[in-house]
């Protein structure tokens, strides 16, 4: 198995403009997970999926951010507009069942708002 | 509010000794703690972890002690090698409203020295 991928691996945009990152889970894991990490605040959990259906988006920061799953195999998380302090390493994440921890983490995507 | 603190940024260490990682949380309802690695330009991976009933879980060079009275665990990494430079982060699971929940600290950098 590939492992979870995330693409780009690095994304710089200008302010303002719109963003999307994609995130192929492992085959077979049922729940999906987008994290953020900045140096400030550490590891921060934004959205969630269960069975590709969004369980919890409490930690998506403001309306700018939405997050979709449409199948089993592809999720996207989307910036519209994006600011520059959006700026961070966004890593996408999945695992069997909801509350299995062992989570298999993608290699993140570093995105830079100038 | 955070309810797992990691309060040292970042520890550094002699090749060949004790490194020691420490973890604090305030919620009671945690059921599972676990450690996972970040090396640079990768996601976090899953390292060793703990259940509440328990108050030590050995594998290999690492071992992560769980008192539960006090609300701490550690990570003990003995010997201490270079390759074990990364960045740790402490989290533990809840469950809320039937659905879990991976709590994270915000991280510590481990340096091992040659």
């Known amino acids: 198995d590939a492992g979870v991928i995330q693409s780009p691996r690095h994304e710089v945009t200008e302010m303002g403009q719109e963003v999307t990152l994609r995130c192929k889970p492992i085959?077979?894991?049922?729940?999906l997970f987008w994290y953020r990490q900045t140096m400030m605040r550490g590891l921060e959990l934004l959205i969630y999926?269960?069975?590709?259906?969004?369980?919890?988006d409490s930690g998506m920061p403001e309306d700018r951010f939405s997050a979709k799953m449409p199948n089993a195999s592809f999720s996207t998380l989307k910036i519209q507009p994006s600011e520059p302090r959006d700026s961070a390493v966004y890593f996408c994440?999945?695992?069997?069942?909801?509350?299995?921890?062992?989570?298999?983490f993608g290699s993140g995507t570093r995105l830079t708002v100038v | 509010d955070q309810q797992v603190k990691q309060n040292s940024p970042s520890l550094s260490v002699q090749e060949g000794r004790i490194s020691i990682l420490n973890c604090d949380y305030t919620n009671s309802m945690f059921d599972y703690f676990l450690w996972y690695k970040k090396y640079p330009a990768e996601g976090p991976t899953f390292l060793i972890s703990?259940?509440?009933i328990k108050d030590k879980n050995e594998d290999g060079r690492f071992t992560v002690f769980l008192n539960k009275s006090a609300k701490h665990l550690s990570l003990h990494i003995v010997p201490s090698q270079p390759g074990d430079s990364a960045v740790y982060f402490c989290a533990a699971r809840g469950r809320w409203d039937s659905n879990y929940q991976l709590i994270w600290g915000a991280g510590t950098k481990l340096i091992i020295k040659p």
């Open positions: 999926f269960n069975n590709n259906v969004p369980i919890d």
């Open positions: 085959s077979g894991h049922n729940s």
């Open positions: 703990i259940s509440s």
């Open positions: 994440a999945s695992s069997p069942w909801q509350g299995n921890y062992g989570y298999t």
